[in-house]
């Protein structure tokens, strides 16, 4: 499974962005879909994941309601709606999959990862 992701920028706070990743391979070894982000200095946390279809996903508690994670099933593509963004939302934001049907938190419960996008909130 390989995930490419984009759409990163520069965004002012209160301001909206929207996350893509697509997948190729996936009918290999991918059920589950999330994001994470990763701020200078700071440990990889848990954005939001799905399931493929959507039927089911997992938010962190602190970012449930400003952030929305879809997809896109027939375009093997994932988005993550960011709004009302804030200067501490400021990271490196990763695509990841798993090919296990559990909505999990954790960085190591995913095989795969993509390449990463910036995202920057101007205070």
Partial sequence: VQLQAS?????????????????????????????????????????????????SSRYAASLKGRFTISTDNAKNTVFLQMNSLKFEDTAVYYCASRGAKLLVAAPTGYSYWGQGTQVTVSS
């Fill in 7 to 55: 759409g990163g920028g520069l965004v002012p706070a209160g301001g909206s962005l929207r996350l893509s990743c697509t997948a190729t391979g996936r009918e290999f070894d991918s059920h589950i879909i999330g994001w994470f982000r990763q701020a200078p200095g700071k440990e990889r946390e848990f954005v939001a994941a799905t399931t493929w279809t959507g039927s």
